[in-house]
């Protein structure tokens, strides 16, 4: 009896804990099923859901960047690439074989990308859309399926070399990196389309309703250059680099009442096509991002200064020295061995010293605040990436001699954009034009979605002293002067010539210079004004006079015909083409001082 009560209770045991372990895998059962109900639903559904779906994102078309005259000088070119599934593809070898052929790539490269385990092998990009099209053809003809074809767009440049270092280019995923490219960037754009399709069992995309409107392409920047003068600038200076063996070359040409940029030519050219593979240093735009000393060009804004102040006028004399003038310690040097001058003079036969003598007068706070409102010592505000604002520092700090090494180009730090933005002040009356490349952003239509025009940003002169500086200028390119191989027959070109030793670690070196010329023309209604640098020119000749002046004259003939600025009748301004230049008087003096006491140079950190 005891027995049979004792296995009753064991029994009873071991049903109760198979009850209990029965009951807590059903709780832990339907515990799991309520949290992937509940808690893991979103996580299921999203992944069941990527069994049979994928979301598709479109690349919108980037908008065309065109000149002043809507030709295009950055396109987009619809291409594709073409890609396999290597599962799907069941015949590999006819497979490879096509495609060798019609992408002109070795067979074994094929077969060994058809072997790959992913579903999705790229091989080739930037298909031309007829040879896809003939891809498709064969293949269906073969009965190849597997085959993938997606839209691959690619940056074109037709101009190839056109403005390469202003355009900049895009980055493989089509976004701009440099240049316009990437100034514009969020107008060039557009916006791409995210789709969500259908995807079989073969992994094959399908839409399961109508296509939306994926029309979100970018929009087209329009930029104020002129590509004609534009390739006639790239021409010439590219000639002059290397004929005057020369580092790199700068050529800007712009409509001084308005600002607008027509040409922003720089040697040596590169190809937009192959825009990356170039060194930094060639795609840089100088003409915005490098700084260097102007030397004599810089005469016309002291000559400006001078005539604001009232204490001056053009016929007012200043004694030369004969060549050389000893200020303190330091002595400054002439090319020629002038007496009197007249400011006019001055300008015309580029006197150091009577420059020296006439920031003297006027001093530092005026001959600084003048040339702050001719706005060096600050950016242009171009429409353009990298801009620098050159450096002039603060009348406070100028020593005694400063006023007077300032006055001829040296101690002061100026860009190119910043010199022509400055002589398009003298040329338009004396109101400084903020400079600028786009002159709208339209849509895919033509029609404007933003606008830009001219903008004055300050009055920096009275029109009688832009009227008196201009005259001046005038002298320059005449007999005696220093721009005489800038003369062109039938117009009065207005210019001033500069040769300026290079800063290097903060000490002026020897035999490296910078060779300027910038002007404008014709004098008394000027259509253009234009900048030439040439960074250290290394041939027999480095004055400005005498290897940037001629570029200005060759551009300047084409550029006015162009826009049909008609000649002037000034007999005084034909030119004997035949007669002997005057090397001697196209030879600016170099801004040199000498140390009287120990006779080493001067570092470039002193004036």
Request: net charge positive; hydrophobic share 40%.
């Amino acid at each position: 009896m005891e027995m049979k009560n004792s296995n009753a209770k064991r029994f009873r045991a071991r049903t109760h804990v198979v009850v209990a372990l029965f009951t807590c895998l059903f709780l832990l059962v339907i515990g799991r099923a309520a949290h992937l109900a509940v808690i893991d639903r979103p996580f299921l559904a999203n992944k069941a859901l990527s069994q049979y779906s994928r979301k598709l994102v479109t690349q919108a078309m980037r908008g065309a960047v065109k000149d002043r005259m809507q030709q295009d000088m950055a396109v987009t070119l619809e291409l594709l690439s073409v890609a396999v599934d290597p599962k799907v593809i069941t015949d590999k070898a006819a497979a490879a074989k096509l495609l060798a052929s019609a992408l002109n790539l070795p067979e074994s490269y094929i077969q060994k990308r058809l072997a790959a385990k992913s579903q999705f092998v790229r091989m080739a990009r930037f298909v031309e859309p007829a040879l896809v099209d003939e891809i498709k053809a064969q293949a269906k003809e073969a009965k190849i399926k597997g085959i993938l074809f997606e839209p691959d767009p690619r940056r074109f440049y037709p101009g190839k070399t056109l403005a390469a270092q202003v355009l900049g280019y895009c980055g493989a995923n089509g976004q701009g990196l440099e240049g316009v490219e990437r100034f514009f960037n969020d107008d060039l754009s557009g916006r791409g389309t995210s789709l969500s399709v259908k995807v079989d069992a073969s992994r094959r995309s399908f839409l399961t309703s109508s296509l939306p409107n994926l029309d979100h392409s970018g929009h087209n920047v329009i930029l104020t250059i002129d590509r004609t003068i534009q390739a006639v600038a790239e021409v010439e200076i590219a000639k002059a680099v290397e004929i005057n063996e020369a580092i790199s070359g700068t050529v800007i040409v712009v409509r001084p009442q308005t600002g607008e940029i027509l040409a922003l030519a720089q040697a040596p050219l590169i190809n937009s096509n192959s825009y990356g593979d170039h060194d930094a240093g060639l795609r840089r735009l100088r003409a915005v991002t490098d700084t260097y000393e102007p030397g004599s060009t810089l005469k016309i804004f002291t000559a400006s200064a001078a005539l604001e102040s009232g204490l001056v006028t053009p016929d007012t004399v200043f004694f030369c020295e004969n060549g050389n003038y000893r200020v303190g310690r330091h002595t400054i040097h002439d090319t020629h061995h002038y007496g009197n001058l007249t400011l006019a003079e001055i300008v015309k036969v580029s006197s150091n010293i009577g420059a020296l003598k006439v920031g003297a007068l006027i001093g530092k706070k005026r001959l600084h605040d003048s040339l702050r409102s001719f706005g060096f010592g600050s950016r242009t505000g171009i429409d353009f990436g990298g801009e620098v604002g050159g450096y002039m520092a603060p009348f406070q700090y100028w020593r005694d001699i400063h006023a007077g090494t300032i006055a001829f180009g040296q101690g002061i730090s100026v860009t190119a954009m910043q010199v022509v933005a400055g002589t398009c002040a003298i040329a338009n009356g004396g109101t400084l034009m903020k400079p600028y490349l786009v002159s709208a952003v339209t849509d895919s239509e033509g029609r404007v979605i933003k606008s830009f025009g001219p903008r004055a940003v300050r009055r920096a002169m009275s029109e009688d002293t832009a009227r008196k500086v201009r005259e001046m200028m005038a002298l320059v390119t005449r007999e005696g002067g220093t721009g005489t191989m800038a003369k062109m027959v039938g117009y009065s070109v207005c210019g001033k010539t500069g040769t300026a030793q290079k800063v290097e670690n903060k000490v002026y070196a020897k035999g490296k210079y910078i060779a300027s010329f910038v002007g404008f023309v014709p004098k008394d209604k000027p259509a253009i004004a234009m900048i030439v640098i040439l960074d250290e020119p290394r041939g027999r000749q480095y004055y400005g006079g005498l290897v940037s002046a001629p570029v200005f004259k060759a551009v300047a003939e084409r550029a006015l015909p162009h826009f049909n600025v008609p000649p002037e009748i000034l007999p005084e301004t034909v030119v004997d083409e035949t007669a002997a230049v005057d090397e001697a008087a196209c030879s600016d003096p170099l801004p040199s001082i000498s140390w009287q006491d120990d006779g080493s140079e001067g570092s470039a950190d002193t004036f």
